[in-house]
Nanobody, 123 residues
Framework: QVQLVESGGGLVQAGGSLRLSCAAS????????MGWFRQAPGKEREFVAT????????YYSDSVKGRFTISRDNAKDTVYLQMNSLKPEDTAVYYC????????????????WGQGTQVTVSS
């Protein structure tokens, strides 16, 4: 069992930046693949980015590739999502998630979820 708490969301103008953090507690953080997902009003939850347990492998959705960076600090039990060049279409609730095993992109592959943090990008 692992508990996840996101922070860092807020209101930002288009073109701005935010860094989300997700602090984990419970079982050994370094054993989990970590992911970020987002859900906009009226839409399904979608994959944003994922990072392997070691931090050595990362993958992104096409919509954020080149703008967002996922990273992790296993010494601090924390995963980050650096979001640059934000667009109004990035507005959503962002969720941190954890899974055992290899990197996967589907939300149903992840076992543990945080409560989410709201990101709003104004035009």
């Amino acid at each position: 069992q692992v508990q996840l708490v996101e922070s860092g969301g807020g209101l930002v103008q288009a073109g701005g930046s935010l860094r989300l953090s997700c602090a984990a507690s419970g079982r050994t953080f370094s054993s989990y693949t970590m992911g970020w997902f987002r859900q906009a009003p009226g839409k399904e939850r979608e994959f944003v980015a994922t990072v392997s347990w070691s931090g050595g492998s990362t993958y992104y959705s096409d919509s954020v590739k080149g703008r967002f960076t996922i990273s992790r600090d296993n010494a601090k039990d924390t995963v980050y999502l650096q979001m640059n060049s934000l667009k109004p279409e990035d507005t959503a609730v962002y969720y941190c998630a954890a899974k055992t095993g290899y990197i996967k992109y589907g939300a149903d592959e992840y076992h543990y979820w945080g409560q989410g943090t709201q990101v709003t990008v104004s035009s």
